[in-house]
């Protein structure tokens, strides 16, 4: 059984080729849309009336959600019991949680635009990794703790951290860093990255910041080619001048690296320091956070250019050391 994966929180036109409807990735621009399994609706049903009917609905319709959300939120397994029933619509009844409620409802009473995002980006997925299991996809409101949650098969959103960097209730508990990446069109880039980290978690010692550097920059790459619907700053979660700064520094950036012996030196703190939402400034005072992901979406991405390798060899070869070396990567 796949554990359970918690996400807390990704343009390039791509060009299509007219005779099959599809670019030259295998994207397909008609591709099925993914269902969005409602369970946050259904929630909502059972907190305005909760009968034993609609409890029993819950349990047979949603019984491997439910305990993805008991373990998520309530740290338990008893997700079948009276009780846990009980815990649930304590938790929503909260004046300020429930507000919260009604607004990601409203805000995402349609999904149809999502749903078929998501269906062109696993479209994508499917014909680079025919083997990967694509999972059954569901709405919930997890009252401003994870982003997206995963679990076997399937993967939930938490539509109530996706309502807008200027939702009033994010500026009491989310710095601006933090609060820009809560729009909307990072639904499904969210969605798409913690699928992926789930399906390629990181295997290699997380305290070299090269591996830790490779790994992310594997991930972005994958992202980028199965959602090209971002400007490249966006990706990062970055603001224009915060993207700038990344390629006007990136030469210096990389010497400090090196100099500083941060590369392959195993420092679990360190390291950490590179994969931060906050501003970087041990490295400068403008400098933005994330830089190591920066850094190595630009590795693999020159790797990729070079080399012609598909996307599965890339995410099933573990030499970082050699993609750094064929990425030929000197700014």
């Not at 049903?45 to 008991?70: F, K, N, S």
């Not at 420092?267 to 931060?276: Q, V």
């Amino acid at each position: 059984m796949k554990p359970l994966r918690l996400f807390l929180s990704a343009l390039f036109l791509f060009t299509l080729a007219a005779q099959t409807g599809c670019d030259v990735d295998g994207r397909n621009t008609a591709a099925t849309p993914v269902r969005i399994h409602r369970f946050d609706r259904d929630l909502y049903q059972l907190l305005q009336t909760d009968t034993p009917e609609q409890q029993e609905r819950i349990r047979a319709g949603y019984a491997p959600l439910l305990d993805v959300v008991g373990k998520s939120i309530f740290r338990t397994a008893d997700t079948q019991s009276a009780a846990f029933f009980d815990r649930l619509l304590n938790y929503y009844a909260e004046p300020t949680l429930l507000r919260l409620y009604r607004d990601a409802l409203k805000q995402y009473e349609h999904t149809e635009g999502i749903e078929q995002e998501l269906g062109n980006s696993f479209h994508y997925l499917r014909t680079q990794f025919p083997d990967m299991q694509i999972p059954a996809v569901y709405m919930h409101v997890s009252g401003l703790q994870q982003n997206v949650i995963v679990a076997d098969s399937l993967l939930s959103l938490s539509t109530d951290k996706y309502l807008g960097a200027d939702y009033p209730l994010y500026r009491d508990f989310f710095p601006d860093y933090r609060r820009r990446r809560m729009e909307p069109e990072y639904i499904v880039p969210d969605c798409l990255t913690a699928w992926l980290l789930s399906e390629y978690p990181f295997r290699g010692d997380g305290r070299v910041l090269l591996e830790r550097m490779i790994y992310e920059g594997k991930i972005k790459y994958i992202l980028h080619r199965a959602y090209p619907g971002l400007i490249p700053e966006m990706w990062t979660g970055y603001t224009p001048a915060e993207y700038q700064w990344c390629r006007q520094n990136e030469k210096t950036l990389w010497n400090l690296l090196i100099e500083r012996k941060h590369l392959y030196t195993p420092d679990a703190a360190t390291t950490a320091r590179y994969f931060s939402d906050a501003p970087s400034t041990f490295i400068a005072d403008d400098a933005p956070g994330n830089l190591g992901v920066w850094i190595g979406w630009q590795i693999v991405t020159k790797y990729m250019n070079r080399t012609h390798v598909s996307p599965e060899q890339l995410m099933n070869g573990d030499n970082c050391q050699e993609i750094l070396r064929k990425s030929r990567y000197k700014p």
